[in-house]
T-cell receptor, first 114, second 114 residues
């Protein structure tokens, strides 16, 4: 199993550009989520999905869109990047939303918005 | 809502010395508590968790943590630190043990001196 994979590892954008961060898992997990990690703030939940076709907002959803068309993939879209979105982004998956101790994290994407 | 504080941003210990990383939480009822480790360039890995029962919990890599309700704390300990323990450590608290209601601390970076 590859676990949770994320692409790209690094990305530099200009303000106003759009991009999609990719996340995939091969563990047949129903629950997937996106976090951002900022210095001094820990991880904050952006969006999550409890299964294909179902998504919901987390703690800091503004400026991000998600969709979940398959169990395996959960892309995160930035429609118009802003410098405040400079961060490290982690995707995570779990068997279920109810089992927080089974959450697996991807290696992260470091995004810089100029 | 629940919250968590990690008072120490950076700790340096000598290899072979003991380690204690502090974590204080705020939540009205019995929380679900977690410690994660993040090695450089990697995603987060679960070290241990407390859901209920014995307040001293054992985790992977020789770590343990003790839940102290009276102090609202969940400090992480290791009797003898190895150079490979150098990483960032995150404490997290959840209200229901669900993935989508966890709150992470800002992290403590551990440096191990030879």
């Amino acid at each position: 199993n590859a676990g949770v994979t994320q692409t790209p590892k690094f990305q530099v954008l200009k303000t106003g550009q759009s991009m999609t961060l990719q996340c995939a898992q091969d563990m047949n997990h129903e629950y997937m989520s996106w976090y951002r990690q900022d210095p001094g703030m820990g991880l904050r939940l952006i969006h999550y999905s409890v299964g294909a076709g179902i998504t919901d907002q987390g703690e800091v959803p503004n400026g991000y869109n998600v969709s979940r068309s398959t169990t395996e993939d959960f892309p995160l879209r930035l429609l118009s990047a802003a410098p405040s979105q400079t961060s490290v982004y982690f995707c995570a998956s779990s068997y279920s939303v109810f089992y927080a101790d089974t959450q697996y994290f991807g290696p992260g994407t470091r995004l810089t918005v100029l | 809502a629940q919250s968590v504080t990690q008072p120490d941003i950076h700790i340096t210990v000598s290899e072979g010395a003991s380690l204690e990383l502090r974590c204080n939480y705020s939540y009205g009822a019995t929380p679900y508590l977690f410690w994660y480790v993040q090695s450089p360039g990697q995603g987060l890995q679960l070290l241990l968790k407390y859901f209920s029962g014995d307040t001293l919990v054992q985790g992977i890599k020789g770590f343990e943590a003790e839940f102290k309700r009276s102090q609202s704390s969940f400090n992480l300990r290791k009797p003898s630190v190895h150079w490979s323990d150098a990483a960032e450590y995150f404490c997290a608290v959840g209200a229901r043990g669900n993935n989508n209601d966890m709150r992470f601390g800002a992290g403590t970076r551990l440096t191990v001196k030879p």
